[in-house]
C-alpha cells in the first residue's frame, strides 16, 4: 500500500494517471457521451442540475453517474490510504460563488478545462481560444496569489460525519438513478428530468460510465491530478509535475480519438461548440480564475469533496447552481453562439472575480 | 533555531508559496513547515527539493506533518 501510494506522487504515477484518463475519456465517448465530451465536469453538473429540474433546458438533463462516480472513487481511495479528513470553514460562501462564475464561464465556452482538452484532442480548433483563455485567466489568478490572495484556513471537523454529507448526496443520486430510470422515449421518470434529444439523451450505459469514472476518481485522488494546478504550477513555480499529467492526458486522448474515428478537425460545425472565439477565450478566462481563486479544477474539487473537503463541495454546489442560473437566465451558450445575456454575465463575473482576488488577502 | 512555516489549513498553492517565500528570504539553514494533508506533504517537499533543499525529516503529527527542510 505505501508503495502504491509513493507511486502515484512521482513523475510516473502523474504521468500513467494522465495516460489512463486520456484514454478512456474518448472510450466513453465511443460507447454513447456526446462528442468530445467523454467527460467534462462542469457539462456534466449541468446535466444534473437539468436531472433535478433546477433548469428546465430539455436537451440538458441527466442524472451523469460520472460525477457521482468521481466523488464516490475518491471517497473510497481516501478510506483506503487514511486521506479521508473532514474539514471545511475557509470562506465558504466565497467559494460558493467563484463555482457559481466558474459555471457560468465553462458554460459560455461550453466545457471546463477537461471538456477543453478533449475539444482540441478532438480536432475541434474552436477549442485553442478556449485554452487560451483558460490560461489566461490562471495567470491573471497566480497574480492574485503572489500579492497574498487567501481565502483562509480550513478547520479540521469535529465529527468525521461531516465530510461524509456530500459523497452520501451522491450515493442518494445514485439510488434515485438506480430507482427513476428514464420511461422510454419519456422527458421525466418518477421525480428525475431526462432528456430526449440532444446532448442530455446521450450517454455511456450506466454501470460503464460509473466504474471509469469510480476509477478515475480512485487515480486522481491519489495523484492529486489537476487540470488548472497544471498551468498554475508552472506559471506560478516554473514547476512541471502536475503539466506532465495534463500533457499525458490531452496526447492519449488525441491518439484514442484517432484511433476510434473521433477525430475530426476544423472551426466550423464542431459539435456542442460555437465559433464565437472572443467569448470562447473569456468565458474561459472567468472559469479559470474562479478555479484559482478557489484552489482546484472542477474535477479535482470533486476528488477534494470525497476527501472529506466540505469548502470543496460547497464549491461543487456552486458550479451546480450556476448551471441553472446559466440556463434560466438565457446565459449558456449553443451551437448557434453565446446566450442573450452571456456576455455581459461573463463581464460581471470577471469584475466580482478581481474583487475577490483584491480583497481576500493575508494579513 | 529553524524557522516554521504554518501551512496548516491551507488551500493549494498556498503551503508551497509560504515555503518558497521563506526558502527565499532565508537562502540556507533550517525550516520545519506544518502541513495538515499528504498533498500539501507532497507538493511542499517536491517544491523544497527543486529549490535544492534537502528534505531532513517527516514526522507525522496529530494534525498532519511537520516537514523539515535544510540547506547548508
Known sequence: MEGLKNFFATKGGIIFVGLVIGVLAPVLQKLGNPPNMGICVACMERDIAGALGLHRASVVQYMRPEIIGFVLGAFLSALAFKEYRPRGGSAPFIRFILGIFAMIGALVFLGCPWRTLLRLAGGDGNAIFGLLGLIFGIWVGTRFLKAGYTLGRTQTSASKATGLAFPLLMLGFLILLLIDPQPEGEPKGMLLFYSIKGPGSQHAPLFISLGVAMLIGILAQRSRFCTMGAFRDLLLFKQGHLFLGVAAFFLSAWITNIILGQFNPGFEKQPIAHTMQIWNFLGMTLAGLAFVLAGGCPGRQLFMSGEGDADAAIFASGMIVGAAIAHNFGLASSPAGIGPNGAIATIVGLIICVIIGLTMRRR | ?72
Not at chain 2, 512555516?5 to 526558502?23: F, H, K, N, W, Y
Open chain 2, 1 to 72: 533555531m529553524a524557522e516554521i512555516v504554518d501551512a496548516r489549513g491551507l488551500s493549494c498553492p498556498e503551503p508551497v508559496l509560504l515555503t518558497l517565500e521563506t526558502i527565499k528570504k532565508l537562502g540556507k539553514g533550517e525550516i520545519e513547515i506544518l502541513v495538515d494533508t499528504d498533498t500539501s506533504k507532497e507538493n511542499v517537499s517536491r517544491a523544497a527539493q527543486s529549490m535544492g533543499w534537502q528534505i531532513l525529516k517527516i514526522v507525522e503529527e496529530e494534525k498532519g506533518y511537520k516537514i523539515t527542510i535544510k540547506k547548508d
